[in-house]
């Protein structure tokens, strides 16, 4: 595997722009396609057209698929909510989640900081989305500061209750409860990474958010999604592939590109996705100014090798 540095000033060199996936499909040949979910094949509503017959036929290269996703809910809900949405969950190896990957070393606690985490929890999810459950992780809800040991965020609409309920709550209600326990010093995990998802062309915030504003408070926060390298060492060992055999695809520079910059991989950057705007991007297939991706990339030291305008073949 080539080291950081050299992965991110060989792909600033070598960006290349693509009209479809075909060409890079069927000249590279790599064996995992680690895919985003969110802003690259649905926008949380609905498939991007061309999405479900680009998967069909990138299947039928040989290509092993995994959706590598900050979704905080888990993998299971992840594949359902794709079949309902019309895609093949068949098509896919798998899929490996913020939430999942979350819930699993929760449940373990084989990590040593995982294992040094107490009991009782702080615990923001969603409402209107629909509540996070933490069944199986044998946690304490509590909704006083002074009782919690860490934070676990998941949603950023409301507050988990002891009984299982939820109080909805706006974005500015939970930054005042992170204040009060980041004076208490106590940890967050953070289920979903992402600042902010496409939902149906709009922006929607994420518990990223809440967790970047964590850190300006001094809290310790763990990041269980991208672009920390966890994620995608676990989606490259569900697909049975090692870095120079995988490629990710997503539409986020901050997550998605500068995650897989982190674990030595290729990547494609759909331009479509949440950098429309800052792209001048207005309508699906669209294609980005290059020079404007290239700035944007600088901004966020985040180096794609591919460039697309959609997920489309």
């Known amino acids: 595997m080539m080291p950081q540095s050299s992965i991110k000033s060989s792909e600033a060199q070598l960006l290349q722009t693509l009209n479809g996936l075909q060409h890079l499909a069927e000249t590279h040949r790599f064996k995992a396609w680690l895919l985003d979910q969110f802003g690259v094949l649905h926008d949380g509503k609905q498939p991007y057209p061309g999405a479900i017959s680009t998967l069909k036929k990138l299947a039928s290269t040989g290509a092993r698929m995994v959706i590598i996703s900050n979704s905080s809910r888990r993998a299971s809900t992840t594949m359902e909510k794709m079949k309902s949405l019309g895609f093949d969950p068949s098509l896919f190896v798998g899929a490996i989640t913020s939430g999942e990957l979350t819930h699993q070393y929760l449940q373990r606690r084989d990590d040593d900081w995982f294992a040094a985490l107490g009991k009782s929890c702080i615990h923001m999810t969603w409402s209107d989305r629909g509540a996070i459950s933490l069944k199986g992780l044998d946690l304490q809800i509590v909704e006083n500061v002074e009782e919690a040991e860490f934070v676990l965020a998941h949603g950023t609409e409301a507050l988990g209750h002891p009984s299982g309920a939820v109080c909805p709550m706006t974005l ?142």
């Open 172 to 313: 500015e209600e939970l930054e005042k409860i992170l204040e009060r326990c980041a004076a208490k010093r106590i940890p967050m995990v953070v289920a979903n990474p992402d600042f902010v998802t496409v939902e149906a062309r709009a922006l929607r915030v994420m518990p990223g958010t809440l967790a970047a504003k964590y850190e300006k408070l001094g809290g310790e926060v763990k990041w269980m999604g991208k672009p920390d390298k966890i994620i995608y060492k676990s989606a490259m060992a569900m697909a049975g592939a090692d870095a120079l055999d995988s490629i990710a695809v997503g539409d986020s520079l901050h997550h998605d590109i500068k995650g897989a910059n982190e674990a030595g991989i290729h990547s494609a950057f759909i331009t479509g996705g949440i950098h429309a705007t800052e792209l001048g991007v207005s309508s699906f297939g669209e294609v980005a100014d290059l020079s404007s991706v290239q700035a944007l990339a600088s901004k966020y030291d985040a180096y794609p090798s591919f460039v697309l305008p959609a997920f489309t073949w």
